[in-house]
């Protein structure tokens, strides 16, 4: 059997008066309209591989917002292949100049876009991102790193830092939620949560805003949830680093159903319309 090809993309957007525009590019090489992405390198991370395929065939930088429906397929070799996709939005762009793989880019409304589409997989996730409410604030709330066991530490359990593995974890991390352009970055009081954002703040520039109700010894589960609805309405993109209690008794007061359990290092993606949140997608 062949092995699967794995690649990813987005359905990118940028707002209009009229309503989102949706791009499409054009690869000489196939003569297809199709929505941007391409293979992951090796070791790549499938949302990194998206971010940076958009990048290569647009030269849109764009930030990811929701996860869309994979699709998968044969190629024409008979070997597997499944693309990742994410909804994202346009942040910045240089001119389009044509290369190598994409001679011409458009820019339409979802359904001159879906039309135009060569493949029916890619007027689907067009037509599902229509059909999407506006995101108006993303909360990525994420469990701290590795910092040893809590029954080897013996001062104040607030005080214990990021061991060796956590440190390379709050860097790989890093890496990943910096894709998401945040704005804000908020922490809760312990050491090992505030130790698991600073190479994002390294990266970002960005000041680690400490409040305590994501603490786990506040016990305050409501007023969490409370707090990343707030943190939500500010916009458009604020990373929490908490406990796992925390994340575990507050999803379930945000969303209903569901297996929240969060090993350290992972999340969630957390995307609002207005005070609604849509379905949370776990970010590992």
């Given at each position: 059997?062949?092995?699967l090809i794995r690649a990813a993309g987005g359905v990118l957007w940028r707002p209009s008066g009229s309503g989102p525009e949706?791009?499409?590019?054009?690869?000489?090489?196939?003569?297809?309209?199709?929505?941007?992405?391409?293979?992951?390198?090796?070791?790549?991370?499938?949302?990194?591989?998206?971010?940076?395929?958009?990048?290569?065939?647009?030269?849109?930088?764009?930030?990811?917002?929701?996860?869309?429906?994979?699709?998968?397929?044969?190629?024409?070799?008979?070997?597997?292949?499944?693309?990742?996709?994410?909804?994202?939005?346009?942040?910045?762009?240089?001119?389009?100049?044509?290369?190598?793989?994409?001679?011409?880019?458009?820019?339409?409304?979802?359904?001159?876009?879906?039309?135009?589409?060569?493949?029916?997989?890619?007027?689907?996730?067009?037509?599902?991102?229509?059909?999407?409410?506006?995101?108006?604030?993303?909360?990525?709330?994420?469990?701290?790193?590795?910092?040893?066991?809590?029954?080897?530490?013996?001062?104040?359990?607030?005080?214990?830092?990021?061991?060796?593995?956590?440190?390379?974890?709050?860097?790989?991390?890093?890496?990943?939620?910096?894709?998401?352009?945040?704005?804000?970055?908020?922490?809760?009081?312990?050491?090992?949560?505030?130790?698991?954002?600073?190479?994002?703040?390294?990266?970002?520039?960005?000041?680690?805003?400490?409040?305590?109700?994501?603490?786990?010894?506040?016990?305050?589960?409501?007023?969490?949830?409370?707090?990343?609805?707030?943190?939500?309405?500010?916009?458009?993109?604020?990373?929490?680093?908490?406990?796992?209690?925390?994340?575990?008794?507050?999803?379930?007061?945000?969303?209903?159903?569901?297996?929240?359990?969060?090993?350290k290092a992972t999340g969630w993606v957390l995307p609002y319309a207005g005070d609604r949140l849509l379905t949370p997608e776990r970010l590992a």
């Open positions: 059997m062949a092995a949706v791009c499409l590019v054009h690869r000489a090489r196939y003569d297809d309209w199709s929505l941007p992405k391409g293979k992951l390198d090796a070791g790549e991370h499938p949302l990194a591989a998206a971010v940076r395929e958009v990048w290569e065939e647009t030269g849109v930088r764009a930030a990811p917002q929701i996860r869309l429906p994979s699709t998968r397929y044969q190629v024409r070799a008979g070997a597997p292949k499944v693309v990742d996709y994410w909804s994202m939005r346009q942040v910045s762009a240089t001119p389009f100049q044509a290369n190598s793989e994409v001679d011409e880019l458009r820019w339409l409304t979802p359904p001159a876009a879906a039309e135009l589409a060569s493949y029916p997989h890619d007027a689907r996730l067009i037509t599902q991102f229509a059909a999407l409410p506006p995101v108006t604030g993303l909360v990525l709330l994420i469990r701290h790193a590795y910092a040893g066991e809590r029954a080897e530490w013996h001062a104040p359990d607030v005080l214990r830092p990021l061991d060796e593995t956590g440190q390379r974890q709050a860097a790989k991390l890093a890496e990943l939620l910096a894709l998401f352009e945040p704005s804000r970055l908020v922490s809760a009081s312990p050491r090992r949560c505030l130790q698991s954002l600073a190479p994002l703040a390294a990266s970002t520039d960005l000041p680690v805003e400490v409040e305590s109700v994501f603490d786990e010894t506040a016990q305050d589960w409501s007023g969490a949830a409370q707090r990343l609805h707030q943190l939500a309405a500010l916009g458009p993109v604020t990373v929490v680093c908490s406990q796992g209690q925390v994340i575990e008794q507050v999803l379930p007061l945000l969303a209903d159903g569901g297996d929240f359990a969060t090993p």
